[in-house]
Each structure stands twice: as structure tokens, then as C-alpha cells.
């Protein structure tokens, strides 16, 4: 009995270990035998988010006709819900700001394959505004001023928070945390309209946000001065999750590829993140980003 017993453990044993190890056999895959039904495609509001869903339907339906299979745009509250979404595989096509694409590689491992060009190039830069009879004129009148409420879009955007950040420590800000009032709004649109409606003393936005609510604001212009701007950052990036088959890695880049030749793809891609053409992108093309990440490392990990 004890030896029947003791056989039929050992087969259960052998039973389990095989199957654990056809398990891990499949996860640790880089995703060539994975069968894709359906892609999504990941975005964070650049604008108020039911704008953004809208204008990103004609991309779906394009991109679902290119590939051949169903592709679903979600629109995500944030940069950190998008690196997430990537990092759980809820999210296989993302647009991700600089920093983004940084920290999802770190923690979402993801492979970056297109970047955008606006304005015939491939980097932009970061801007910072006030109201236009501020008496706040430049940078430097941000670093020796204390208490003045600072107006951004995500602290994991590049343009809104982080590069400027990065700028205003070198500056000589100790502590950021203390030295400005934080206010995170949730959109470039809305730093700018947050000096509008006098909630704030300085903005950080891209170059230059003011024009997206220009059309509701026409005199944005004459209300809002710029007063400085960061070094030039790298431009956007279409990233994916690194266990996609390689074969569809390929077919997705040459499928976004093809619209620089596509009028009305290109006009889609501009109303929806302003992109003017697209390039191929490497990795080492966002070592700036990774030097000015590693200052935030800690404090974007909590």
C-alpha cells in the first residue's frame, strides 16, 4: 500500500513539474507563437479625452484595415495608467511621451519603433508661461520666487513637468516640492486655462500649447507670455510591448510608416498629438531622457 501510495505521488510530482514547465516555457517566449485577434491601442488626453476618442476613430479604422484584424483605441487618464496597461499586456500599441516610453521600458519592457516629427524635426521644447502682466519675467525670477502656484499637465509628462523640473533644480531650486505650490491639471489645454482663469502663476507646457485653445480663447495670445524655454527634448514615441511577434512589430511600423505617404492620415495624426511625419526610432535616441529620468527615479517609483 505504502508503495502504491508512494507511486502515485511521484507520478502527480512529475505530472505537476511538466506542466510548470510547459508554462514557463510559453511565458518566457518573446511572443512569436502568440496568435493576435486584436490590438489596442493606448492613449493619455493631450486634450479634453472625449475630443481625443473622437478624433482617433478614423485611425482605428485604418489601422484595423492595414492589419487586418480589430484595432481598439482606449483613451487612459494618465501616463502611469498607460505604462501599466502596457506593463499587464491590456495595452499593445502605445503613444508615449518621452518619459513614458523611459519608464515603461524600466518597467513594462517595451520596444520603441516610430517617433513623431512636428516642424520638420524630430525634438521640441518645453515652455514656460504667465499671465501677461505677471511680474514674473524669466526663469530665473521662478527660482528666486517662492510660493507661486505651478500649473502642469502629469508629473510623468516631459514637457509639463519634467524636463522643467530637471532645468529649475540645475537653476538652483533645493527642493521643489516646498519651493512651488504643485497644481497637476491633467492636460496641456488646462495648464494654459488654469492662468486664464487665474489659478495659477506659471504654466510648463509644450511649444506652444496656448494654441489649443486659441479657437475658445482667440486673445490667449495677448493674455499669456512665455518666458523661457528647456533644451530640446525628443519627440514623442510609438511604442509596443516587447513580447508582440516581430512579424507584427513589423507590420505595425510599416502600417503607421505608410501615412507620411497619406494625406489624411497624416491630418488625423496631427489633430490627434500634432505629428507632422513619422520616423523610425531607436533606443539610444532617449539617453537624454533616461539621464534626466534617473533624477526623478525614486520619487516617480512611489
Known sequence: MKK?????????ML???TACGGKEKNESSNGNDEEIKELTLGFIPSQEADKIADTVEPLEEKLSEELGIPV??????????????????????????????VQAEDRADVDVLLKAIRNGGDSYVAQ???PADSEINS???????EGLVWAYADTLSTSGYLFPASQLMDMGVE?????????????????????????ADFATTFDDARDTVEGDYP???????????????????????SDLPDEWKQKIKDAFLAFNDDEEMMAIMNDVYTWDGI???????????????SKFEDELSE
Open 72 to 101: 481598439k483605441a482606449e483613451v487612459m487618464i494618465d501616463f502611469v495608467g498607460l505604462v501599466e496597461g502596457m506593463r499587464t499586456g491590456k495595452i499593445d500599441i502605445g503613444f508615449l511621451n518621452p518619459f513614458g516610453y
Open 139 to 145: 526663469i530665473e525670477d521662478l527660482v528666486n520666487t
Open 4 to 12: 502504491t501510495l508512494f507511486s502515485l505521488v511521484m507520478v502527480l
Open 15 to 17: 505530472v505537476a513539474l
Open 219 to 241: 486673445t490667449v495670445k495677448e493674455d499669456l507670455k512665455v518666458i523661457g524655454h528647456t533644451d530640446p527634448i525628443p519627440n514623442d514615441t510609438l511604442s509596443v510591448r
Open 175 to 199: 527642493d521643489l516640492s516646498t519651493h512651488f505650490q504643485h497644481s497637476v491639471v491633467g492636460g496641456h489645454d488646462n495648464a494654459i486655462l488654469s492662468l486664464l482663469d487665474g489659478q
Open 128 to 130: 514656460y508661461v504667465v
Open 279 to 293: 520616423a523610425e526610432a531607436k533606443p539610444e535616441d532617449y539617453d537624454i531622457v533616461r539621464e534626466v529620468y
